[in-house]
C-alpha cells in the first residue's frame, strides 16, 4: 500500500511543483495546460499515458481541443502520495522537454 503524504511532505512538494494547485478537498494536485491545438493535445496526452501505464498509475484528465486539465491523487492511500508527485514532476519534464 502507497502512504498519504504528511502535512510536511505535502507543502514541500508543492514549493517543487510551482505549476501545480493543491485541492484541498480532495488532497490532490491538478493543473491546466493550454497547447495550440488539438493534435498537441493529444499528442502529450499520449506521452503521459504510457509513463502512467509503466507506473500503473494512473491520471484523472479531460481534454477539451487544445485544453488538457488534469489530477493526481492516490485513491488507495486517500489522498497524495509519493506517486502523484512522480507523475507530476515526469509530466513537467515532458512539458519543459
Same mark, same amino acid.
Given at each position: 500500500m502507497? &502512504?498519504q503524504?504528511?502535512?510536511t511532505?505535502? +507543502?514541500d +512538494?508543492? &514549493?517543487?511543483?510551482?505549476?501545480w494547485?493543491?485541492?484541498?478537498?480532495?488532497d +490532490? #494536485?491538478?493543473?491546466s #495546460?493550454?497547447?495550440?491545438?488539438? *493534435?498537441? *493535445?493529444?499528442?502529450?496526452?499520449?506521452?503521459?499515458?504510457?509513463i +502512467?501505464?509503466? *507506473?500503473? =498509475? =494512473?491520471?484523472?484528465?479531460?481534454?477539451?481541443?487544445?485544453?488538457?486539465?488534469?489530477?493526481l491523487?492516490? =485513491? &488507495?492511500?486517500?489522498?497524495?502520495?509519493?506517486?502523484?508527485l512522480d507523475?507530476a514532476?515526469? #509530466?513537467?519534464? #515532458?512539458?519543459?522537454?
Amino acid at each position: 500500500m502507497v &502512504d498519504q503524504l504528511n502535512e510536511t511532505e505535502r +507543502a514541500d +512538494a508543492l &514549493d517543487a511543483l510551482p505549476d501545480w494547485d493543491y485541492d484541498e478537498g480532495r488532497d +490532490a #494536485i491538478t493543473r491546466s #495546460i493550454v497547447f495550440t491545438d488539438f *493534435a498537441e *493535445a493529444f499528442g502529450f496526452m499520449t506521452q503521459v499515458a504510457l509513463i +502512467a501505464e509503466r *507506473a500503473d =498509475h =494512473h491520471p484523472e484528465w479531460t481534454n477539451v481541443w487544445n485544453r488538457v486539465e488534469i489530477t493526481l491523487t492516490t =485513491h &488507495d492511500a486517500g489522498g497524495l502520495s509519493q506517486r502523484d508527485l512522480d507523475l507530476a514532476t515526469a #509530466i513537467d519534464s #515532458i512539458l519543459d522537454g
